[in-house]
């Protein structure tokens, strides 16, 4: 038995954000522990690690099935499963204002821009081409409005001379890995 608060990530690909989560989840000081890892994507590459890593996987394809009918079907593996707090990393689906609405202030997300410029996609490019001095990340709580919701933590980078998309995402995206598992753990232990 454990005292921490079950959670769930959700994922769409790789899920290196989520491997930082699940790793920081195993410290003894972390407020919560991964009870299942979620995918719309059944061929997602970061449900291996979550199976490798011992945690229950969830996947079912979006594909033909309207928002909300694919939200409930995840709803209820979340609910099933005694979910409490929903991390999504890396999830690329926008969220039925329902399921939201069932999570409030539950669900956090982060997202690879200094929020709140650049919500959405192609988010180091657009930097890249405002001439902007620094990238950067956010995790922010989710609300109907995408990428809106309040934020919780930032971390910044420098845009360098030459950098391309690509470089700018390495640069994040190691900033993404220790700045998630931080935030989330400071934002359930005081809404937990
Ligand atoms: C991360 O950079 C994350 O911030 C971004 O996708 C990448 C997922 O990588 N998320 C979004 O763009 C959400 N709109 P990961 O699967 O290795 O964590």
Redesign the pocket.
């Known amino acids: 038995m454990t005292d921490k608060t079950p959670i769930a990530i959700l994922?769409?690909?790789?899920?290196?954000?989520?491997?930082?989560l699940i790793e920081a989840s195993r410290a003894a000081d972390c407020p919560y522990e991964v009870i299942l890892v979620a995918s719309n994507d059944p061929e997602a590459?970061?449900l291996d690690h979550a199976r490798a890593a011992g945690i229950a996987t969830f996947a079912h394809s979006h594909k033909g099935l309207k928002r909300g009918e694919f939200d409930a079907i995840i709803d209820a593996a979340l609910r099933e499963a005694g979910v409490r707090f929903v991390a999504?990393?890396?999830?690329?689906r926008i969220l039925s204002e329902g399921f939201i609405a069932g999570w409030e202030g539950r669900i956090v997300?982060?997202?690879?821009s200094l929020l709140p410029k650049y919500k959405?996609?192609d988010?180091h490019q657009r930097a890249i081409e405002a001439g902007d001095a620094e990238g950067g990340?956010s995790v922010h709580v989710v609300t109907p409005e995408l990428?809106d919701g309040e934020v919780i933590a930032q971390a910044r980078v420098p845009i360098l001379p030459g950098d391309t998309p690509e470089t700018l995402?390495d640069r994040?995206?190691i900033e993404?890995h220790r700045l998630y598992p931080d935030a989330l753990a400071a934002y359930i232990r005081s809404h937990g």
């Open positions: 994922i769409s690909g790789r899920g290196s954000n989520m491997a930082a590459a970061g999504l990393a890396g999830y690329m997300n982060i997202h690879p959405g996609l988010t990340c990428d995402a994040v995206l993404e």
